[in-house]
């Protein structure tokens, strides 16, 4: 979606990039984490060509969602399906840090597993996961649980 990112660091042979649009975040082991996130798409049954993290703030990530979505309130991600076909997966994600950093806190959890929950759930939803019905959220919660515990 945009193409001018502040601190925009190098893509990697990895399929998946992380960017940081003026936003610290501390997202250690990056290469084993770019890995793992390729790993869920082959147990999902998906072949990943592009993924794109965008780290951000609140204010960056409600002017997408505005701009885009034509909703006007604050949320922790947004997910971008851009794949051309439904047999490979290519996207963007947008993760607001202050909206990861606030849920933390209100749930009780670190900032590094909130952080890494939001990251496995935009993977999902490219993933064809919804979390729309209650139902949808119980099977999104599950998954997301599995990966975490996987990961960290």
Do not use: W
């Not at 193409?3 to 290469?31: G, H, W, Y």
């Not at 951000?56 to 505005?66: I, R, T, Y």
């Not at 604050?74 to 851009?82: A, G, P, Q, S």
């Amino acid at each position: 979606m945009f193409t001018n990112f502040e601190n925009m660091i190098s893509p990697s042979q990895s399929k998946v990039c992380f960017f940081f649009d003026a936003v610290k975040v501390t997202l250690t082991n990056r290469r084993e984490l770019k890995h793992f996130i390729e790993h869920l798409f082959r147990k999902e049954g998906k072949k990943l060509l592009s993924l794109n993290y965008v780290f951000c703030s609140d204010k960056k990530l409600l002017q997408v969602n505005q701009d885009y979505l034509k909703h006007d309130y604050y949320t922790d991600i947004i997910t971008f399906d851009l794949s051309e076909t439904s047999a490979s997966i290519a996207g963007e994600i947008y993760i607001s840090v202050d909206r990861v950093r606030d849920n933390a806190k209100q749930l009780g959890v670190s900032f590094r597993s909130e952080l890494h929950r939001v990251i496995f759930h935009g993977a999902l939803h490219l993933c064809g996961y919804s979390d729309k019905s209650q139902n949808e959220k119980t099977v999104m919660r599950r998954k997301e649980d599995l990966y975490l515990s996987k990961y960290l």
